[in-house]
């Protein structure tokens, strides 16, 4: 299969194109985007698109709210351009962690979206434009994905800046309640997600990527500390106006039409990611 990734060089863009080793990978970046003369000419004949890149991150949308409406216009007429290519296959990947909103967890795909932040309703209108110029296209939900590679760039990723600070000899930071709970899944896990889409006959839908399972900052904090062997606890500090409430995934859907669940437990996947950060 050829198979385009937008945002290849990305956090999961570049898992993924390990993951893809044995199809022909096409890589659309920030240098030759999809809609530039050099993307249109490499974007010929491949037979499925995964969306993979984001512009913005919830801080980044926060303190700029109105990049949201560039990153639109742009995922816009990359759509435009993969029409014209009567395209068989296209995955955009969303975010499980936000578009939801404050509906009651756990969430599954037929949770009505309410998102509550700028960045939440960014995914949102990206996945109403995605459905809207191709109606086949299969929506990726994924909840906080995590582990090596992972930089922490635009204050997304807790895990990456935790280890950052602890790797620094610095203490990470908790921003608001401790015990509000969230749903990591491993880097690994979430492309092998991502292929079984690619492989299966699920376009039209819409599907959760997670772990399934809540965490609490305190109980993740936990974990981190044995991992790591960290001294002394998290610095506590106000929450974020654009920090969600608990949010975690129901993965059933996945486990269904993907013969997928994931397979690394936080300790492992974060031991991983651990081991990835001293040698950087």
Known sequence: MRIGIVGAHGFIGSALREELHDHEVVE???ERPITSEKGRTAAADLDAVVWAASSNTPATLAANPGNAEQEVREFSEGLDLLSDLNLD???VLSSGGTVYGHAPTPHDEGTQLEPVSDYGKLKAEI???AKEKCPNVTILRLSN????GQEGAGNQGVLAHWLTAIANGDQPVIYGDPEIARDYVYVGDAVRGIRAALERDVRGTAINLGSGTPTSLNELQSIVADVTGMVGGADL????PYDNRSTWLRIERAR?????EPTVSLQDGIRLMWKWKEQA
């Not at 994905?145 to 090596?148: A, Q, R």
């Not at 269904?256 to 997928?260: H, Q």
């Open 145 to 148: 994905v995590y582990g090596p």
């Open 127 to 129: 996945e109403r434009v």
């Open 256 to 260: 269904e039409l993907l013969d997928w």
């Open 237 to 240: 500090k106000p929450g974020r």
């Open 28 to 30: 659309f970046t920030r």
């Open 89 to 91: 296959r296209l995955i």
